[in-house]
C-alpha cells in the first residue's frame, strides 16, 4: 500500500503530545519539553500559536463538553490538571485509590462519562535518566485510572502495566491501552452498563505493534485514536509510524510519519478523513489524509 503524503500543518513545537481539535477548528496540544512545558493553542488554519498555559511537563489531554481541557501533567506535580482556554489552571487530583500519581500519560472519557487516565508507572525522571536498554527490562508499575469527576472518587482499574501509555474506547465500547515496554496493545472488555461498579473486564492481548523484523529497544504503542470503522490509528514511538489496527487485531497498514517518535494521533473534522499526529523529535503536528473519520470522542448524552 502506498505512503500518504505528508503534510506539515505547524512546525516549531516543543516535543508535542496530546492533539485535541477544538470547536473552531484549532488545535490544542502540550508542549513536553524543558524549554516549553506548556498547553497552547494552533490556530485552524495551522498558521500561529499561542501559549494558554505553563504547567511544568503535560502530557496526554482532552477536552470535556464544557470546553474545559483535562490534562495529565507528568512531573509539576504528577497530577489530573484542569485548564480552560483563557489560561486559568488548577490542580485537580495527585493520588486516588490510595496510590499517588507517578506518570499520568493520557485520558479519555468513557461510555460512562468518567474519566480514564494511564500511569506510565514510574517517575518521569527516573524514566528520562534510564538507558533506552534498561527502559525494556524495568519493572513499571503502570496503572489504568477510572476518575470520577462529579465526586471526584478514583479506583485502579488494572495494575503493573509495563508503562501504560495511550487509551481509547473503540467502536465495540471496549478499552484499548498500550504499553509502550512490550509494543503490545490491550483490551478490557466493557462491562459498565450490567456493572457499573466494576465497568471493565481483565486486560487480554489484542495486538502486537511492533515490527519485530525492523525494530528493537524501547519501541511500542504511544496515544492512538478510533476511526468510524472502528480500526484503530495508533502512534508507535521509535518505530516512526502511525499502525493501524483492525477488529480482529490485525495490522492493515502502517503509515510512516516524518519523525520517530509519533506521541499521538487525533481525527480532523468530520467529512475531512484526515488524521493528525504530534511528532516529538520533528516538534511537528502532521495531517495525513486517510479517507474515514474518527468516532465521537465524548460519550452520547
Not at 470546553?67 to 493520588?95: F, I, Q, R
Not at 462519562?113 to 518521569?124: F, H, K, N, P
Not at 525522571?125 to 533506552?132: E, H
Not at 519493572?139 to 478514583?154: A, H, Q
Request: charged fraction near 20%; hydrophobic fraction near 40%.
Amino acid at each position: 500500500m502506498p505512503d500518504i503524503d505528508r503534510t506539515i500543518f505547524h512546525s516549531g513545537l516543543g516535543e508535542p503530545e496530546g492533539p485535541v481539535l477544538l470547536g473552531d477548528g484549532s488545535w490544542a496540544v502540550v508542549e513536553m519539553s524543558p524549554e516549553t512545558g506548556q498547553v497552547s493553542v494552533i490556530s485552524p488554519d495551522g498558521s500561529s500559536k499561542r501559549i494558554v498555559a505553563k504547567t511544568g511537563r503535560p502530557n496526554g489531554m482532552v477536552q470535556d463538553s464544557e470546553g474545559a481541557l483535562w490534562v495529565a501533567e507528568s512531573v509539576n506535580p504528577p497530577s489530573l490538571l484542569k485548564v480552560e482556554l483563557d489560561g486559568s489552571s488548577e490542580v485537580v487530583l495527585t493520588e486516588g485509590d490510595g496510590a499517588e500519581f507517578l506518570f499520568p500519560n493520557d485520558l479519555a472519557f468513557g461510555p460512562d462519562g468518567a474519566l480514564y487516565m494511564t500511569d506510565s508507572g514510574v517517575r518521569q525522571p527516573v524514566f528520562r535518566d534510564l538507558p533506552v536498554a534498561e527502559r525494556v527490562v524495568y519493572p513499571f508499575e503502570g496503572k489504568v485510572f477510572r476518575i470520577d469527576l462529579t465526586s471526584m472518587s478514583v479506583t485502579i482499574l488494572d495494575d503493573d502495566l509495563g508503562f501504560a501509555n495511550g487509551l481509547a474506547f473503540g467502536k465495540d465500547r471496549a478499552l484499548y491501552v498500550t504499553t509502550t515496554a512490550n509494543g503490545l496493545l490491550y483490551r478490557y472488555e466493557w462491562n459498565g452498563d450490567r456493572t457499573p461498579g466494576s465497568p471493565l473486564g481483565p486486560g487480554t492481548e489484542f495486538a502486537d505493534l511492533v515490527d519485530r523484523t525492523q525494530t528493537a529497544g524501547f519501541t511500542g504503542g504511544d496515544g492512538l485514536a478510533v476511526a468510524a470503522n472502528g480500526h484503530l490509528f495508533c502512534s508507535v514511538v521509535g518505530q516512526g509510524d502511525v499502525t493501524v489496527i483492525d477488529a480482529s487485531g490485525v495490522v492493515v497498514r502502517r503509515i510512516p510519519v516524518g519523525g520517530i517518535q509519533p506521541t499521538n494521533v487525533a481525527f480532523g473534522r468530520a467529512g475531512t478523513g484526515d488524521i493528525y499526529v504530534t511528532v516529538k523529535d520533528a516538534g511537528t503536528l502532521e495531517r495525513y489524509h486517510v479517507g474515514v473519520d474518527g468516532l465521537p470522542l465524548l460519550p452520547s448524552a
